[in-house]
Nanobody, 120 residues
Framework: QVRVVESGGGSVQPGGSLRLSCAAS????????MGWYRQAPGKERDLVAS???????SYADSVKGRFAISGDNAKNTVYLQMNSLKPEDTAVYYCNAVLVGGTGLLQNYWGQGTQVTVAS
């Protein structure tokens, strides 16, 4: 069984910074990609940033230059450093892990989500 747990959300003023952390644990044979998605009220869940096992990163255009994703393969952990936050960054942020676990199949796992609120 695999668990994905996020931490680090909260409230911040515009222009501020937050750092999200996500750890995957359990029966993990091979991690392929970890990433962050976000979902604002009434909107779809969208990709924010992702990082492959090899270190390749991808970002949504709206966060390029402000957010940075990094990972620790040994710990199956991923981080999202968010700088110059804007009110439109307000959303629930979800961690996603694509991995081969105890089933032997490539599967998608999600965390429970962490709220990020950017407001004056």
């Amino acid at each position: 069984q695999v668990r994905v747990v996020e931490s680090g959300g909260g409230s911040v003023q515009p222009g501020g910074s937050l750092r999200l952390s996500c750890a995957a644990s359990g029966s993990i044979f091979s991690m392929y990609v970890m990433g962050w998605y976000r979902q604002a009220p009434g909107k779809e869940r969208d990709l924010v940033a992702s990082i492959t096992r090899g270190g390749s990163t991808s970002y949504a255009d709206s966060v390029k230059g402000r957010f940075a994703i990094s990972g620790d393969n040994a710990k199956n952990t991923v981080y999202l450093q968010m700088n110059s936050l804007k009110p439109e960054d307000t959303a629930v942020y979800y961690c996603n892990a694509v991995l081969v676990g105890g089933t032997g199949l490539l599967q998608n796992y999600w965390g429970q989500g962490t709220q990020v609120t950017v407001a004056s």
